[in-house]
């Protein structure tokens, strides 16, 4: 059930995205902060990102409420050491981290399926121990070495594809071509430290 505040919250939303849609036509900017209560908490793009701004948004949004939703009901049953991770986009929504207990990821698919919504959720999570400072450090480091590599390259669509590390694991997410999708995932595999690739990929048809 989704709370009359978290309704609000959209609503808010819909109506800021529909005048920074009107502003940008006007002024053909391409990146927006969303800002609430004077704090940029996320950025959406206007002319490069295949998603409108609704799109961007909700999936935002949807984002924001399925990790609030788990981290509030792991919290609630006194789960312990774990960390979640939410990445939504065009309604695929990717759930990656830890927790300490297969019970655990039977309460988060639990507590996804009793959100109402048209979306797919696809739920990574895994048994493990905390990681620790050194092993969060080198998933920043092959993130970083990923977008690099995608930005010399011209013929990936750099802002059309969402990265995700989780260990030496690599989720690739977005709209893209089969083309772009088989380079991307290319470039990743051959990134140092990456051991698999899981392509998250909607295709779409190269009309160049």
Request: net charge positive.
């Amino acid at each position: 059930m989704i709370t009359t505040k978290y309704k609000r919250s959209i609503s808010v939303f819909y109506r800021f995205a529909v005048l920074l849609t009107t502003i940008c036509c006007l002024s053909s900017c391409s990146l927006i902060p969303i800002v609430v209560g004077g704090t940029a908490i996320t950025t959406i793009s206007v002319a490069t990102d295949p998603r409108n701004v609704l799109s961007q948004i909700d999936d935002y949004t949807l984002g924001l409420k399925i990790r609030n939703e788990i981290n509030k009901t792991l919290k609630r049953h006194k789960s312990k050491d774990f960390s979640i991770n939410v990445n939504s986009y065009n309604k695929k929504v990717l759930i990656t981290g830890y927790v300490n207990k297969i019970s655990d990821i039977a309460m988060v698919n639990k507590i996804t399926s009793s959100i109402t919504g048209n979306f797919i959720i696809i739920n990574q999570l895994q048994i493990r121990n905390i990681p620790t400072i050194y092993d969060k450090s080198k998933e920043k480091i092959i993130l970083s070495k990923i977008k690099t590599s995608f930005l010399r390259d011209k013929n990936i669509p750099t802002n059309s594809i969402s990265v995700v590390v989780d260990q030496k694991k690599v989720f690739l997410m977005g709209i893209v071509t089969k083309s772009e999708g088989a380079k991307a995932a290319q470039i990743t595999a051959n990134t140092k430290g990456v051991d698999h690739v899981i392509k998250l990929f909607e295709y779409i048809e190269n009309n160049k």
